[in-house]
């Protein structure tokens, strides 16, 4: 990752002020399926902040929000995401879909979430703190702009078209 962004020394600011200095525990969160740039790019900036925990959606949630089932099974996601560089730990999410159980299991300083997740994040902030948790949320500065292909669909898409094509 280049230099760091007004949006992560505004982060910084706001985790030394509310838990002064580090070492801090990032929590993020994603599908993670076919890995692509945006993913890695995602990793390395939760880890300017510091140790990097990683919830894999398991794979009845994804089919239940996103009405699609994954490439790859959840294990497999685990498994990829643990080799990620930056990536301290990899925990598979709440087959009841309750977002917020394993982020108060470990109670991260902050919880960053990608630039393309759905979410308010002051609402989501707002149940944790009920519920006793510490943990911030902020989103994600940017997409990695060096890459084309910068999601999971858009890469499926891909293989479809590459596919379509070859048919043809």
């Known amino acids: 990752m280049k230099g760091k962004t007004k949006q992560t020394k505004q982060i910084l600011h706001d985790l030394k002020e509310r838990f002064g200095e580090g070492p801090y525990e990032v929590m993020i969160a994603g599908t993670f399926d076919l890995i692509h740039p945006g993913h890695i790019h995602f990793i390395q900036e939760a880890a300017q902040f510091g140790r990097v925990i990683v ?25 990829i995401v643990e080799g990620i560089k930056g990536v301290s730990e990899v925990v598979l999410g709440c087959e009841n879909g309750n977002w917020y159980e394993p982020i ?48 999971s669909s858009q890469i499926r898409r891909r293989v479809i078209e590459i596919v379509n094509n070859k048919i043809q």
């Open 104 to 151: 108060l299991k470990r109670n991260p300083h902050l919880f960053l979430m990608g630039f393309n997740q759905p979410g308010d994040l002051f609402r989501f902030e707002k149940v944790i703190h009920e519920k006793g948790g510490r943990t911030i949320f902020r989103r994600s500065n940017s997409m990695e702009k060096s890459y084309s292909l910068q999601s």
């Open 55 to 79: 919830i894999i959606a398991r794979d009845s949630v994804v089919k239940r929000i996103k009405q699609r089932e994954t490439v790859l099974d959840e294990k497999m996601r685990q498994s």
